[in-house]
């Protein structure tokens, strides 16, 4: 496959969980990380979180760590991203997608800005929508 095909999304209440996966096995290999990215419409791309191919390292944005978890599946080609303790700014169109170069990763840890449109592969997304 070409691009990446994410899913897991849904409409959860504040507090409430959920569990994106990204079936990444057309270009997971080809890249050194697989990063999550969130985007309203209106805004700039945000990185969420980013794990590293081979040796697992793992990265996410202030905002959301201590709640969201990045996980990878090596026999299925697939790179999970837990989310719990959700907040409605937590609503946006969740994407994944390769980073060739890692280089992402550390730079979303401080919010600062990355061109994400350079990343070669995008999905269709899957919406994450956080209400009461």
């Known amino acids: 496959q070409l691009q990446p095909v994410e899913s897991g999304g849904g409409l959860v209440q504040p507090g409430g969980s959920l569990r994106l996966s990204c079936a990444a096995s057309?270009?997971?290999?080809?890249?050194?990380?697989i990063v999550w990215v969130r985007q309203v419409p209106g805004k700039a791309r945000e990185g969420v979180s980013c794990?590293?191919?081979?040796?697992?390292?793992?990265y996410y944005a202030e905002s959301v760590k201590g709640r969201f978890t990045i996980s990878r599946d090596n026999a299925k080609n697939t790179v999970y991203l837990q989310m719990n303790s959700l907040k409605p700014e937590d609503t946006a169109v969740y994407y994944c997608?390769?980073?060739?170069?890692?280089?992402?990763?550390?730079?979303?840890?401080?919010?600062?800005?990355?061109?994400?449109?350079?990343?070669?592969?995008w999905g269709k997304g899957t919406q994450v929508t956080v209400s009461s």
């Open positions: 997608t390769g980073d060739l170069g890692g280089r992402s990763c550390p730079l979303m840890t401080k919010s600062l800005p990355f061109d994400y449109d350079a990343m070669e592969y």
């Open positions: 057309g270009f997971t290999l080809d890249y050194y990380a």
């Open positions: 794990i590293f191919r081979d040796d697992g390292r793992t």
